[in-house]
C-alpha cells in the first residue's frame, strides 16, 4: 500500500504584494527604461505553497495577511487549490519591489515594512497553526519577522511542533535565525543561504570546508537537514549520514526571485516522497531552476523538472566527519 502523502502547511508572518520590474542595464541615479512589470503575491511561505501546489502537495497556508489588499492572495489560493488560513489584520500588505537587470543578472530588493502584530493577533494566530497540527504533518516557517514579532517567535514554534512530532523546515534570516540555531531545538530542516548563515553564526565561511563545518555543528545540534544555498554554484546538503554537492546547469535567467524558496519546497516534496539525499538535492536544485526561468512562483510542467533534474551534477562529499 502506498503511503499517504502528508499535508503541509506553511507560515508566512510578513507577505508581500511583489513589484517586480525588469529593466536591463539600468543604472541609479538615471532615467532608466523598463522592459516589463509584473505583480505577484508573495512572501517567503505563500511562494512555498505556491511551488508545492504546482507539484500537487496538499497545501494550506497560514499566517498574518492585510484586511485592506488581500484580494491577489485570495485570487492565488483559489487558483492553485490552496487552503487559506491566514488571520485578517487591519491595514494594508507591504509591497515589496524587486528590480530585475536580466543583462547583469542581478534583482535588487527593495523590502517594505510589514504590518505590526499585536500581541492578540499572534495569539490567534498560534492558536490556528496548531490547530492545523492535528492533521498536517510538515510545517515551513518562512520569511522575515514584521514589527511586533520578537526574535524567538520561530525558535517557540519549531520546540512546540516537534514535540508534537511534526516535521519542521525554517527558511529565514537575521535575528530570527539565530535565535532559531541557538535554541534547544533545531529545525528538521534548516535551509540558509551562505551569507545567512555568516550572519547567524558570526563569522566568515570563506571556503566549502568552512560550511561543511558549520552545517555540521547545526547537526550536532540536533538539525535533521541543513541545506546551503550558494548561488550560481549550488549548495551544499548535509545530514549526519551524509553530504552532497548539488550544482546546477546554466540556464537563462528571468528572475532569481523565489529561487531560495522553490528549493525549500523542492526538499520538502523529497521529504514527502522519502527521497534520499542525492535524489533530494536533484530534486530541490530543479525547482530552482524551474522557478528562475520563469516570473512569478510558479513551476514548469513535470517533464521540464524532470529534464533540469537531470542535469543537475551531485556529488557524495567523502571523509566529512559531523559526529
Same mark, same amino acid.
Not at 500581541?119 to 492545523?132: G, I, Q
Not at 549548495?235 to 554537492?245: P, Q
Not at 530541490?284 to 531552476?289: I, V
Given at each position: 500500500?502506498?503511503?499517504?502523502?502528508?499535508?503541509?502547511?506553511?507560515?508566512?508572518?510578513?507577505?508581500?504584494?511583489?513589484?517586480?520590474?525588469?529593466?536591463?542595464?539600468?543604472?541609479?541615479?538615471?532615467?532608466?527604461?523598463?522592459?516589463?512589470?509584473?505583480?505577484?503575491?508573495?512572501?517567503?511561505?505563500?511562494?512555498?505553497?505556491?511551488?508545492?501546489?504546482?507539484?500537487?502537495?496538499?497545501?494550506?497556508?497560514?499566517?498574518?495577511?492585510?484586511?485592506?489588499?488581500?484580494?491577489?492572495?485570495?485570487?492565488?489560493?483559489?487558483?492553485?487549490?490552496?487552503?487559506?488560513?491566514?488571520?485578517?489584520?487591519?491595514?494594508?500588505?507591504?509591497?515589496?519591489?524587486?528590480?530585475?537587470?536580466?543583462?547583469?543578472?542581478?534583482?535588487?530588493?527593495?523590502?517594505?515594512?510589514?504590518?505590526?502584530?499585536?500581541?492578540?493577533?499572534?495569539?490567534?494566530?498560534? %492558536?490556528? #497553526?496548531? /490547530?492545523?497540527? $492535528?492533521?498536517? &504533518?510538515?510545517? =515551513?516557517? *518562512?520569511?522575515?519577522?514584521?514589527? +511586533?514579532?520578537?526574535?524567538?517567535?520561530?525558535?517557540?514554534?519549531?520546540?512546540?511542533?516537534?514535540?508534537?512530532?511534526?516535521?519542521?523546515?525554517?527558511?529565514?534570516?537575521?535575528?530570527?535565525?539565530?535565535?532559531?540555531?541557538?535554541?534547544?531545538?533545531?529545525?528538521?530542516?534548516?535551509?540558509?543561504?551562505?551569507?545567512?548563515?555568516?550572519?547567524?553564526?558570526?563569522?566568515?565561511?570563506?571556503?566549502?570546508?568552512?560550511?561543511?563545518?558549520?552545517?555540521?555543528?547545526?547537526?550536532?545540534?540536533?538539525?535533521?537537514?541543513?541545506?546551503?544555498?550558494?548561488?550560481?554554484?549550488?549548495?551544499?546538503?548535509?545530514?549526519?549520514?551524509?553530504?552532497?554537492?548539488?550544482?546546477?546547469?546554466?540556464?537563462?535567467?528571468? %528572475?532569481? #526571485?523565489? /529561487?531560495?524558496? $522553490?528549493?525549500? &519546497?523542492?526538499? =520538502?516534496? *523529497?521529504?514527502?516522497?522519502?527521497? +534520499?539525499?542525492?535524489?533530494?538535492?536533484?530534486?530541490?536544485?530543479?525547482?530552482?531552476?524551474?522557478?528562475?526561468?520563469?516570473?512569478?512562483?510558479?513551476?514548469?510542467?513535470?517533464?521540464?523538472?524532470?529534464?533540469?533534474?537531470?542535469?543537475?551534477?551531485?556529488?557524495?562529499?567523502?571523509?566529512?566527519?559531523?559526529?
Amino acid at each position: 500500500m502506498t503511503a499517504a502523502v502528508p499535508r503541509v502547511a506553511t507560515l508566512t508572518l510578513n507577505p508581500a504584494l511583489d513589484l517586480t520590474v525588469r529593466a536591463d542595464g539600468w543604472r541609479r541615479g538615471e532615467v532608466n527604461l523598463g522592459q516589463h512589470l509584473h505583480w505577484a503575491a508573495g512572501g517567503k511561505g505563500v511562494n512555498v505553497a505556491s511551488f508545492l501546489a504546482d507539484r500537487g502537495l496538499a497545501v494550506t497556508a497560514t499566517g498574518l495577511l492585510g484586511g485592506e489588499n488581500p484580494e491577489p492572495f485570495e485570487t492565488l489560493f483559489r487558483t492553485k487549490g490552496i487552503r487559506d488560513a491566514f488571520v485578517r489584520v487591519p491595514g494594508a500588505t507591504r509591497v515589496g519591489v524587486k528590480l530585475v537587470d536580466g543583462a547583469a543578472q542581478e534583482t535588487t530588493d527593495i523590502n517594505l515594512p510589514g504590518l505590526a502584530a499585536t500581541p492578540e493577533v499572534l495569539e490567534e494566530l498560534e %492558536s490556528r #497553526v496548531f /490547530a492545523l497540527a $492535528a492533521d498536517h &504533518a510538515v510545517f =515551513v516557517l *518562512a520569511g522575515s519577522l514584521p514589527p +511586533g514579532v520578537d526574535a524567538g517567535f520561530y525558535a517557540r514554534l519549531t520546540a512546540r511542533l516537534r514535540a508534537a512530532d511534526r516535521f519542521v523546515a525554517l527558511d529565514t534570516s537575521g535575528a530570527a535565525l539565530s535565535a532559531a540555531l541557538n535554541a534547544s531545538t533545531l529545525p528538521d530542516l534548516v535551509k540558509p543561504n551562505i551569507h545567512e548563515l555568516e550572519a547567524a553564526l558570526g563569522r566568515p565561511l570563506t571556503g566549502e570546508a568552512d560550511v561543511l563545518a558549520a552545517a555540521g555543528e547545526l547537526i550536532r545540534r540536533g538539525a535533521g537537514l541543513v541545506a546551503v544555498s550558494r548561488g550560481e554554484r549550488g549548495a551544499l546538503l548535509v545530514t549526519d549520514r551524509e553530504a552532497v554537492r548539488a550544482r546546477p546547469p546554466r540556464v537563462s535567467v528571468q %528572475s532569481t #526571485v523565489g /529561487a531560495g524558496d $522553490a528549493m525549500v &519546497a523542492g526538499l =520538502v516534496a *523529497a521529504h514527502a516522497a522519502g527521497l +534520499g539525499l542525492a535524489d533530494a538535492a536533484r530534486h530541490a536544485t530543479a525547482f530552482s531552476l524551474g522557478a528562475i526561468t520563469r516570473l512569478g512562483a510558479h513551476l514548469p510542467p513535470e517533464a521540464e523538472l524532470d529534464a533540469f533534474a537531470a542535469q543537475v551534477q551531485v556529488d557524495v562529499l567523502e571523509g566529512v566527519t559531523r559526529a
